[in-house]
């Protein structure tokens, strides 16, 4: 037999196999359930058993003459009916067969079946689109947005909570983007918020163990004590927690020691005396106090003779009144609309993103608690970019300390590219995030008295205690313990390259402040070069306030 005449043969042969077979197997399996099914099978005759046994014998006859495997392969699927397809594409029509199948990012997903613990079917919560306010200390964390390669988060441990609380369902909690979770302000890493929102699709009133009444007081018993959901409230679909944000209120501490002068022996003063003569002049009294001796050490001590000396006689400096105005000065030269390219990371002078608007700074009256004299700001934008408010925090501190004129930060707004340290975070605090524009148009809705605005106000004062035990507090303790603010200026004083040129009396921009950090060695080479390059990518990826 030929070839062509094999194929013609063995395809009606299976064709014909496959029906009769099915009703044998049907005749079979009806007659095996009960006495009652036996005439559902009475159809099905004895002679179509021998008729399909018949065709089987003839099919297998046909294929084997036969050189096509293709036609073999017809008969022996007719055979096995339960055997998967060969191939990736088998495979996966297979996978969907029995519902599992992958999304366009590859990730697998099940066909969902929500049954109870006898089979019947489970009641599915409605899922409602809010704004959740919260706050936290972010000591021990890598940032407030949620990660995928394992970093602890505050937004991990939240949405953790969620779900273990039943405001997440088990369907949705393997990937917080099916729930549009969006936050008004992702913090960087180490610092806090008295106040901050995060919008999402979540079940608002799932069932409750006793004696917990509301779902923020459950969810609260499941999260860090340094982590606090303040409440939620209802929103419109078109909510988005970081869109929707008008602008946001942040708070920088600082302690008052960070103002005083390079001591004359420190490499920073020495460039100072070149570039800048006479500028010790106008600091006065700081310039004085930074040039004192220490006090003598008790006998007996055998700490550390410079640094414990240093670390206790900064901490009792009570800054002057000149040194204030220097820093206040400065300061309201951030106020408006500029290109803060210098202010952040891996942005040049022509990209669009880089201008950004501040609404208010302030700066309060410098204020002791526990042995450190602290000084507050608080910055009120629009917006801002990765580390951007502390690099504003550290340009005016720098420029305080060694007489430099607020003209610098206007010429630091101009197209020549300078590095900017940046401040320690550990004095960074998000106060609160602002839906002045959302609140409106909440109000000119239909039924508006039935909506809720997404206010932070209404929960301030138990905002203000997390503040004193959770942030202040911790703030001070961990400055007296690990002096992050002292040894940060020293690495700032101990600078010897043009990295920090641009802090002279003249208040210019000299072309070598432009130039790359020079091998500078030890603590300044690691200021001047670590806290930005490694940053590039996460400013790229998204901004990231403070």
Known sequence: MSEPHAKRSASPDADELTTKRARVEAATAAAAVSDGAVSAAASVTADDAKEGANVVEEATINVSTSTDANAAQTIASADEPAQAEAGPAGAERERKRKGVGRDARGTE????????????????????????????????????????????????????????????????????????????????????????????????????????????????????????????????????????????????????????????????????????????????????????????????????????????????????????????????????????????????????????????????EPQVYGEIEWLSVKIHGQSFMLHQIRKMMSMAMLATRTGTPPRVIRESYNKQPIHVPKAPPLGLLLEAPQFATYNRKTRQQPKADEREYVDLAKYQKEMDAFKVEWIYDRLKKDELETHVFHKWIRQMDCTTSNVLAFLNTAGTIPPEASMQPAQDGGAAKQAAESDDESDVGDAKAEELEG
């Open 109 to 364: 997903w099940r066909q969902r079946t929500p049954t109870g613990d006898a089979g019947e079917k489970k009641e599915r919560l409605p899922k409602r689109k809010v704004a959740v306010l919260l706050g936290f200390c972010g000591t021990g964390y890598s940032g407030m947005q949620i990660q995928t390669h394992g970093s602890r988060t505050i937004e991990g441990d939240f949405f953790d909570a969620l779900v273990k609380a039943g405001a997440i369902s088990a369907d949705n909690a393997v990937d917080h983007r099916k729930n549009d979770l969006q936050r008004a302000a992702r913090t960087d890493a180490g610092v806090h918020a008295a106040g901050n929102c995060i919008s999402l699709k979540m079940i608002i009133a799932p069932p409750l163990p006793e004696p917990y009444t509301t779902l923020t007081d459950y969810v609260n018993t499941l999260l860090p004590a340094q982590i606090r959901m303040w409440g939620f409230v209802r929103v419109m679909r078109s909510f988005q927690a970081r869109q929707s944000c008008d602008s946001r209120v942040y708070e920088y501490l600082l302690p008052t020691y960070c103002l005083l002068p390079p001591s004359s022996a420190d490499p920073l003063a020495k460039r100072l005396d070149e570039t800048s003569p006479g500028w010790r002049v106008p600091l006065g009294a700081a310039a004085e106090f930074a040039d004192a001796e220490p006090a003598p050490l008790e006998d007996g001590d055998v700490a550390d003779p410079r640094a414990r000396r240093e670390y206790e006689r900064r901490r009792g400096w009570r800054v002057d009144q000149a040194s204030v105005d220097r820093f206040r000065a400065l300061v309201k030269e951030y106020l408006g609309t500029h290109n803060f390219h210098n202010y952040t990371v891996g942005r040049p002078y022509t990209d669009r993103s880089v201008k950004r608007h501040m609404i208010e700074i302030t700066v309060r």
